[in-house]
């Protein structure tokens, strides 16, 4: 068994190694010249001691193209002197030597100054075309540098979606040319609730930050590189507070207030019936739309209070108008004309479910975060939509794992949450999602992602057929070895496996004063 995360397809092991004590001649069809730089860089990180000259080298490594094979899929052939690597194009062999990395060795006891490959042919290919990571930082700003290494083990993994949680109600992090007071009010915070939901304990200091546009720009190329599309999200058309902060004619009420400096579900949302607000809302997602290259642009949509919508005459007129009976009706208005504009512009809006999202239009995608009403979800499944499956109780990245063993998490299987008529439903596939209200650091990222992340991505890349826990926890085990180099904070078997002692002795964290507790214990 070879160690590698996600598991492939089909490999089979001849036995022995391709060795190399220098750089490897590297061959490369049109189109793979790309892969000369990569390789060579891969091999000198893996094994610093590798001889730099080419001239006397006996191994070749070689890039070439075959159309059969699918887009993200790879043949990777290592044996005698030679690794071939065949792909139809740039997603493959990169994912082809995102694999050498995991199997590769260097400088093992009595052979230093030496690159080791295990012989052996490896055909591989995705399950589902979406595997995602959802990062929230509309609640805590992060910066660049930590969503640059939260892409390097996204990919490492061959996750390939980033969907980054740019707006919610404690702040709004995307740059604004149009509208240059925006980021000076929605993306600040006088203070930040700490030690959980039900605290009263505050951080006492300031919370800011947001991207600019040409840092967003940066990011996407660096996605990119690693085969990831990054994907925006504005959630709408609750959870704006941090907008109505900037823009309080936006609200039903048109009350000025600050960002909130706690993580409570706020009521407020724009007014449905007020087309200054819609204006505002427009102009806010064409930027996002000329900003990020993805088709593919979150809208949210989940529950908010509907209190204001219910008592706003506003809102009442166009309720009447559009003869729209009550508030789930609102809603499912509110987001279709979302969905509208944005599909106008090229995009595809995609749009967490609740139990009030019945009327939603089918151009939209629905992200399966919360069960839907039977019906509801039968009634989707059955017209053919398009599904991107992340149950809450399973792919809520944030909660401590207690509340969810990865044993649970690798157990997930999306096709099981679609109903009775999940065959007919498209999958594109499946996402975590670390929700940032208690994630203030790298540490605290990694600690949740690890090994999360690799138990998902196993989901979204490999056969059902293939998973078997048993195998991955040993898999696991050799692969952070790799992680180690990099100095990345992975949970403990003890807490990832779901200690039941930290439960009984905490509470599940979740309700207590320290969503930390977890992090300390693990470096002890």
Not at 65 to 81: F, H, Q, T, V, W
Not at 148 to 173: C, E, P, T
Not at 268 to 288: M, Q
Request: proline content about 4%.
């Amino acid at each position: 068994m070879l160690n590698i995360i996600p598991q492939v397809r089909s490999c089979t092991v001849y036995g022995g190694d391709v060795a190399m004590e220098r750089q490897p001649k590297i061959v490369c069809c049109e189109g793979a010249e790309f892969c000369d730089p990569l390789a060579r860089k891969l091999f000198q990180n893996i094994c610093p001691s590798i001889k730099p000259d080419t001239e006397n080298a006996k191994v070749t490594v070689s890039f070439t193209k075959d159309e059969n094979i699918p887009e993200e899929g790879y043949r990777l052939d290592a044996n005698g002197d030679e690794i071939k690597i065949e792909a139809s194009g740039e997603k493959g062999w990169i994912y082809a030597l995102i694999t050498l990395r995991q199997i590769m060795k260097a400088d093992n006891e009595g052979k230093p100054f030496l690159l080791e490959c295990p012989c052996c042919r490896i055909e591989d290919a995705p399950r589902y075309r979406y595997r995602g990571f959802m990062l929230d930082e509309a609640r805590n700003f992060l910066g660049e540098d930590t969503v640059k290494r939260v892409l390097g083990l996204m990919s490492f993994y061959k996750l390939n979606v980033l969907h980054w949680h740019l707006s919610d109600d404690q702040g709004y992090r995307i740059e604004s040319k149009k509208f240059p007071d925006l980021n000076r009010i929605a993306s600040r915070r006088n203070d930040t609730q700490v030690g959980g939901f039900s605290s009263n304990k505050f951080a006492g200091c300031k919370h800011e930050g947001y991207y600019s546009q040409s840092q967003i720009r940066k990011i996407i190329a660096f996605a990119k590189e690693r085969n990831i599309d990054v994907q925006p999200e504005i959630d709408l058309p609750g959870h704006i507070s941090a907008l109505t902060a900037a823009f309080p004619d936006i609200s039903c009420s048109g009350e000025s207030h600050s960002v909130p400096t706690t993580f409570d579900n706020f009521a407020g949302a724009f007014c449905a019936g007020s087309e200054k607000a819609w204006e505002v809302i427009f102009s806010l997602l064409d930027e996002i739309c000329e900003i990020f290259e993805s088709k593919y642009v979150h809208i949210g949509g989940d529950v908010f209070d509907f209190s204001d919508w219910k008592t706003c005459p506003e809102c009442k007129k166009v309720a009447e108008k559009n003869g729209i009976k009550d508030e789930q009706g609102l809603l499912a208005y509110a987001l279709n004309r979302i969905i509208d504009h944005l599909d106008k512009k090229g995009k595809v809006a995609v749009v967490r479910t609740s139990e009030f999202i019945d009327g939603i239009d089918k151009r939209a995608v629905l992200h399966l975060f919360k069960n839907l009403p039977s019906a509801t979800l039968d009634k989707f499944a059955a017209e053919g939509r398009k599904f991107i499956v992340s149950p809450h109780h399973l792919c809520s990245f944030d909660v401590p794992y207690v509340m969810t063993p990865i044993k649970n998490l690798y157990a997930f299987e999306p096709v099981s949450h679609l109903g009775k008529n999940a065959d007919k439903a498209e999958i594109l596939g499946v996402e975590g999602l670390l929700w940032g209200e208690w994630v203030y650091d790298l540490q605290k990222v990694e600690f949740n992602s690890l090994p999360r992340m690799c138990a998902l991505g196993e989901t979204g890349w490999s056969p059902k057929e293939t998973r078997d826990y048993s195998s991955f926890a040993k898999r696991w085990q050799e692969n952070r070895k790799i992680l180690d180099i990099v100095g990345a904070n992975w949970a403990s078997d003890k807490l990832a496996r779901g200690n039941l002692l930290f439960r009984s002795r905490d509470i599940f964290i979740w309700k207590t004063a320290d969503q930390y507790g977890e992090v300390r214990r693990n470096k002890k």
